[in-house]
């Protein structure tokens, strides 16, 4: 079982910057790529960024590619989402998700994650 627990979230102006960070813990983290995904009131949950095991690969959805930025640090056992340039529309309790790396679907839909933290509420006022 794998423990996750987002922090970093907070109120922001428009165009300010925020970091998130997802602590994991648990009895195994082997190979773990991992997710942030956000939802906003009235919306679907939907995919942010991921990183894959070795931090050599990133993913982003087209909303936030230029402005957020994802990494890890394995031996810490976090991944971070770094946001500048936030705009109103960011607004969102953003969620980290952790997946097997190496069991196949896709990094893209929640459905493929295995676990999920409590989310954390990032609000950008204009």
């Known amino acids: 079982q794998v423990q996750l627990v987002e922090s970093g979230g907070g109120l922001v102006q428009a165009g300010g910057s925020l970091r998130l960070s997802c602590a994991a813990s648990g009895r195994t983290f082997s190979s773990y790529a991992m997710g942030w995904f956000r939802q906003a009131p009235g919306k679907e949950r939907e995919f942010v960024a991921a990183i894959r095991w070795s931090g050599g690969s990133t993913y982003y959805a087209d909303s936030v590619k230029g402005r957020f930025t994802i990494s890890r640090d394995n031996a810490k056992n976090t991944v971070y989402l770094q946001m500048n340039s936030l705009k109103p529309e960011d607004t969102a309790v953003y969620y980290c998700?952790?997946?097997?790396?190496?069991?196949?679907?896709?990094?893209?839909?929640?459905?493929?994650?295995?676990?999920w933290g409590q989310g954390t509420q990032v609000t950008v006022s204009s």
């Open positions: 998700a952790a997946r097997d790396e190496n069991k196949g679907g896709s990094y893209y839909y929640p459905v493929w994650y295995d676990y």
